[in-house]
């Protein structure tokens, strides 16, 4: 190597000393140091090893994932995928995945777009509204999440039964059974449509990337708002239309005790997303302010004086620097927020950790319903953080 | 100022003084002109907002204060129930507000707790204090932790013992936030200094626990510590299950505040490590001398954010049923005559937990713009 490079601080380099046997070399110390502790750290693992092996023993605990394989039996309210209580315990913890999941991604859609407006909103010029803000945020973000979800849950389960429902919009029913809300019958064509929607999105994505690349080639700027409309908007009700426009509304309506039809936002998910939304928001909208403010005011002055657009201003100036100051701290507030989604279990909505707690309660399989438990959440987390990461880098500043 | 303005202009040399700004620019007016109905938009949010505030304080008032009733003989709830939601029912605090503070201790012995809980916040008013930073501090911790215990449990000096099952309420929230903090904050400061360390296998060790850690939630910790610990340890040792939740507690936090440390550690500039260095200072001399004073005072503001998390998350311990605030609360109103009123009982712990975490966020927005008066010219 030496002869290859050329930088003369290499040269001068020290030269590589052989290893004494004795305390004062670093290399030494540095050995029996990382010795010690990863044999004390050792020591402890197997210890508590071979105690939990001669506990199950003695407690004739099979251990293993057997018992996935067999009837689960227990019941459970909502669920994404068929299932009744015949079923697996795999097909169960699969439903309070997909439970977790539900509420995770609902979760963090409407927390994004709430926290944003309120981060904008204490930012106002308007005294009165950037108060309120404020207040919100202060409020929210000193009381605990699960009291937050134990208050929610009681407001809900205090509203009146399904006879005296609350009704603000016609076919739009608030009770202590729930939120019912009006629903279409679901038509293969309606299946269609969704799909011509994401191929359009898709294609929309595509034209814009090539009518960004024209543009960096001529100067010259392209619409993409009129294929957009086109391919999200015209070609989804086109679809529907040619099949035959099937729109049958299902509107809820109160039989004898409970309401039949439409669609039901149980109170168990409703309390646990409005709680998780309204305080992951609070957290939100502190971070898109602080991106807000970390952008130089120099930065709005300049693109103003080039004579761009106010939206232009926003659009091409300001966020892609402010994203940078806001994407790592939301990665973690939407890390916080699946992993808070496992509070669940306090208000009763069967998420996977209430599922997981059921079945070790069940078979007494405690150290293999945890680790499902943990195997979930360290998937959720490497996904999201990864994604993230992904979508940083691509943002991220490129310097020389 | 206007007014000294205003005066000479009635003094009779108009042409020499400068005019004052006209009034609708001036005092309140002007700030509401330039504040709250600077344009058509402002304006229409402004009355909008102010409409909404009033209804809802309106409704709130009545609500809380007018229609409220505030106790009820023997547990006769039927007032309250008749009420159907137009009114609180703070009966259910007057009647339950002991056993919401101090769960099942016994009754004649609560002055304990409740002492032990001034002591909590004594403790933490004293560490606040900025004079108080010195190393005399951990003596006064150790003393006031330990007259903490001997008031919880008794057994000595001619009080009378109570075990552990009937602590309950505010001071165990309390007792779970600061010993878990006392003991977190030190396994913190090492997993971060092992995370930046050059040992390979140190290294690896420090960011595997702290990755593992902050990779799942604090609820499945307090699971394995409630039905997986038994299990780890030899036959006949069992711990009781308030230390296993705190231990699972202590090991959450030392993860998370550890990633607040490491920030402090790499804020700080190289030539502090180097010129510790080149001073001829052990590791350990340079660690305790150079680096950790200036890199923990870096961190203040984020470490006290981190402990209002944890002072929160303590509430968790619910799932795993250890009696804390909020089960305290939640447990009050599990009897037949007081269900239901679970609003009141909420708005009633989320107020005290709102008075300690404000009190700590207020503190440490404070101290954030203390220790940054060198950085603002």
Not at chain 2, 141 to 160: E, Q, R
Request: net charge positive; aromatic share 12%; glycine share 8%.
């Amino acid at each position: 190597m030496s002869q290859t490079t050329n930088d003369p601080r290499l040269l001068r380099a020290p030269p590589k000393r052989p290893i004494r046997l004795s305390w004062s070399d670093e290399r030494v110390r540095g050995i029996v140091w990382q010795l010690l502790v990863v044999g004390i750290v050792g020591g402890i693992v197997w210890w508590l090893w071979s105690n939990t092996v001669h506990n199950l023993e003695v407690r004739r605990i099979a251990t293993g994932f057997g018992f996935l394989g067999r009837e689960a039996g227990l019941p459970i309210a909502e669920h994404l995928i068929d299932y009744n209580p015949t079923d697996t315990y795999f097909r169960a913890l699969l439903v309070g995945l997909l439970n977790t999941l539900k509420v995770a991604v609902v979760g963090i859609v409407l927390a994004t777009i709430l926290g944003t407006l309120i981060g904008i909103a204490r930012l106002s010029k308007n005294w009165l509204l950037s108060r309120i803000a404020g207040v919100y945020v202060e409020v929210i973000r000193d009381l605990p999440l699960l009291l937050q979800l134990l208050f929610w849950y009681a407001v809900l389960q205090g509203l009146p039964g399904p006879r005296q429902a609350l009704n603000p919009v016609d076919g739009v029913f608030l009770s202590n059974r729930g939120l019912k809300l009006p629903w279409i019958e679901w038509e293969s064509a309606h299946s269609w449509a969704l799909l011509a929607f994401v191929a359009g999105a898709v294609a929309t994505w595509l034209y814009r990337r090539a009518a960004r690349a024209a543009q960096m080639q001529d100067g010259q700027p392209r619409r993409v708002w009129p294929v957009a409309l086109g391919l999200l908007l015209v070609l989804p009700v086109a679809v529907w239309w040619v099949l035959g426009a099937p729109w049958t509304p299902d509107m809820p309506a109160l039989r004898g005790f409970n309401f039949q039809g439409g669609v039901n936002i149980s109170p168990e998910y409703f309390a646990l997303l409005l709680g998780l939304v309204l305080y992951t928001a609070g957290f939100i909208a502190e971070i898109v302010r602080a991106g807000i403010l970390a952008v130089a005011h120099g930065q709005w002055e300049a693109a103003q004086a080039l004579g761009l657009k106010p939206t232009q201003v926003l659009n091409q100036i300001v966020l892609p620097q402010a994203l940078r100051v806001i994407i790592p701290p939301m990665t973690s507030q939407f890390l916080n927020l699946t992993k808070n989604s496992s509070l669940a279990v306090a208000i009763g909505y069967q998420d996977i950790v209430s599922i997981a707690n059921t079945t070790l309660n069940q078979t007494g399989q405690a150290i293999e319903g945890i680790a499902i438990i943990m195997l979930v959440y360290l998937t959720i987390s490497l996904s999201i953080s990864l994604f993230m990461n992904w979508y940083n880098a691509r943002i991220a500043l490129v310097e020389r | 100022m206007s007014d000294i303005t205003l005066n000479t202009a009635a003094a009779g040399v108009p042409e020499a003084a400068p005019r004052s700004a006209p009034l609708t620019q001036l005092g309140l007016v002007g700030w509401m002109r330039a504040n709250l109905f600077s344009s058509w938009l402002n304006t229409a949010v402004t009355l909008l907002l102010a409409y909404l505030i009033i209804r809802w304080a309106v409704g709130f008032i009545e609500w809380g204060i007018v229609n409220a009733i505030w106790s009820v003989p023997n547990n006769q709830t039927q007032a309250c129930r008749d009420l159907k939601g137009t009114g609180a029912c703070w009966a259910v605090i007057t009647e339950k507000h002991r056993f919401m503070l101090f769960g099942t201790y016994p009754y004649e012995e609560h002055w304990r707790p409740a002492l032990v809980c001034l002591l909590f916040i004594g403790l933490y008013v004293v560490s606040a204090m900025r004079r108080f930073w010195r190393w005399e501090l951990a003596i006064i911790w150790a003393a006031v932790l330990s007259v903490i215990g001997v008031l919880m449990w008794g057994g000595i000096l001619g009080l009378s013992y109570v075990p552990q099952e009937r602590w309950g309420g505010l001071p165990i929230t309390l007792i779970l936030a600061t010993f878990g903090l006392a003991f977190a904050f030190p396994l913190a400061i090492l997993v971060a200094l092992g995370r930046r360390s050059s040992l390979p296998a140190i290294k690896v060790l420090c960011v595997m626990y702290v990755e593992l850690i902050r990779g799942v939630p604090l609820i499945s910790l307090l699971f394995m510590a409630s039905v997986m610990f038994p299990l780890f340890l030899p036959e006949g040792m069992n711990i009781d299950k308030l230390l296993r939740a705190q231990i699972a507690i202590i090991l959450f936090a030392a993860a998370y505040l550890a990633e607040v440390v490491r920030g402090g550690l790499q804020a700080l500039p190289k030539g502090q490590y180097e010129a510790a260095d080149a001073l001829g200072l052990s590791y350990w001399q340079k660690t305790g001398f150079i680096i950790l004073p200036q890199a923990l005072r870096l961190v203040i503001p984020p470490l006290v954010n981190t402990f209002i998390g944890f002072f929160k998350d303590t509430s968790l311990v619910l799932i795993i049923g250890i009696f804390d605030l909020l089960t305290a609360g939640k447990t009050a109103i599990i009897e037949p005559a007081w269900q239901g009123f679970g609003v009141e009982v909420y708005v009633t712990i989320g107020a005290i937990y709102f008075v300690f975490c404000f009190a700590m966020s207020k503190y440490s927005q404070g101290l954030e713009a203390e220790l940054n008066r060198h950085r603002r010219r």
